[in-house]
């Protein structure tokens, strides 16, 4: 089965600071990644993904993932972080069911904390 | 709009009591899932479905039930038999992969339920 792992339960960082969250893969074959962002009591909302072509994919919201084949990861960053910023972000990666289609695998999210 | 509509928002449940949460979507998506979420565990997958009246058990199936029904509807039971319901429950839809690979695998969610059991 695929995973995804966030080695940090919380980021803390100051506004207009660049800010990473951290994402480490374990796949066979090609991986398929994504970040989502969660605001209190709210669903997730998609942020960008990896499938294939250019290691840095560019998403929503000024945020941006590196893809590394060698590291086997894919950071979140961002240039300049916003309070607004502050959330919960999970990175994900595709996963094949049994029977065909797909369900999208969960790392434990990392709370990103943004402060004046 | 288009989205995911998941009711109720907030429920309260007695012990020994099964309850059922609403999910409906008008993103004419096929498949759709339910992912449970718990403090420091991220989101584990329940059930999910990939057509009408078909479904399947995720990692964490026990204790609960679906049904397909309709297209846009995939509702949740949580039973008594499940031994600490106590979460927030997530609902979400995606296109059938195959139908436009670059909408294929990103998953819409819904707001969520929260349920308490008391």
């Known amino acids: 089965a695929q995973s995804v792992a966030q080695p940090e339960d919380q980021v803390n960082v100051a506004e207009g600071n660049p800010l990473t969250v951290k994402c480490t893969y374990s796949v066979s074959g090609n991986p398929y990644l994504f970040w989502y962002v969660q605001y209190p009591n709210r669903g997730l909302q998609f942020l960008l993904k990896y499938i294939t072509g250019d290691n840095l994919v560019k998403g929503s919201y000024g945020f941006e993932a590196e893809f590394n084949k060698s590291q086997t990861s894919f950071h979140l960053k961002k240039p300049s972080a916003l309070v607004s910023d502050s959330a919960l972000y999970f990175c994900?990666?595709?996963?094949?069911?049994?029977?065909?289609?797909?369900?999208?695998?969960f790392g434990t999210g990392t709370q990103l904390k943004v402060e004046l | 709009d288009g989205g995911i509509t998941q009711s109720p928002k907030y429920l309260f449940r007695k012990e020994g009591q099964n309850v059922t949460l609403s999910c409906e979507q008008n993103?004419?998506?096929?498949?759709m899932y339910w992912y449970r979420q718990d403090p420091g565990q991220g989101l584990r997958l329940i059930y999910y479905s990939q057509i009408v009246n078909d479904f399947q058990k995720g990692d964490i199936a026990e204790g609960y039930s679906v049904s397909r029904e309709k297209k846009e509807s995939f509702p949740l039971t949580v039973t008594s038999a499940q031994k600490n319901p106590t979460a927030f429950y997530l609902c979400a839809s995606t296109r059938k992969a195959g139908q436009g690979f670059s909408g294929a695998n990103v998953l819409t969610f819904g707001a969520g339920s929260r349920l308490t059991v008391l």
């Open positions: 994900a990666v595709r996963d094949i069911l049994t029977g065909g289609g797909n369900k999208l695998t």
């Open positions: 993103l004419n998506h096929d498949a």
